[in-house]
């Protein structure tokens, strides 16, 4: 099944969940549910799904080179626009999981694709994505293109998603 974003581009899914493209740079980092991330009834709370993509998205965007200080340093900032998360399974107190991040789409914005598995349970608990633009550091004025010295090093992390082939 294939459903378009708004720009243009193509989200594939296979079987409802989303898979690295070929060649693509995947980063998994390991998760453990702390006490401080349930609610009453021992369930992570919805809004920590997003916390454990940004440890992964971090994680990814460090291996890649452009790790925030980095950015800083070459005078951008890289603000989140848009993020999803549809959720599958429960995340518990207690829980391991894995967390997985790759480059999902590269336009005007950069998405990257999240996939969150529950490895106490052996299910899927969330799928998901961000999308980040370039900002000017100092004005935070819209850059509206990927500039040259961030494209290169996401391009290079992409797989197929850097030629087309990936979700926006």
Known sequence: ??????????????????????????????ILVPFHDVDSLGVAWHGNYF?????????????????????HRMG??????ESHCRYVSPMRFGD?????????????????????????????????WTAQVALDRDSRELILEIPDEILSRVMAAAGDAGRGAGPG
């Not at 490895?119 to 799928?127: L, P």
């Open 96 to 128: 391991r999981g894995r967390c997985r991040a790759w480059v999902a789409g590269v336009d005007r914005k950069l998405t990257i694709a999240f996939d969150l598995f529950n490895e106490t349970t052996g299910k899927r608990s969330a799928e998901g």
């Open 51 to 71: 916390k454990y993509f940004e440890i992964a998205r971090t994680e990814l965007e460090r291996r890649m080179g452009l790790d925030i200080p980095l950015l």
């Open 1 to 30: 099944m294939s459903e378009a974003s708004g720009d243009g581009a193509v989200t594939r899914r296979f079987g409802g969940r989303r898979r690295p493209p070929p060649g693509a740079l995947v980063v998994e980092v390991e």
């Open 76 to 81: 951008f900032v890289a603000p989140v626009i």
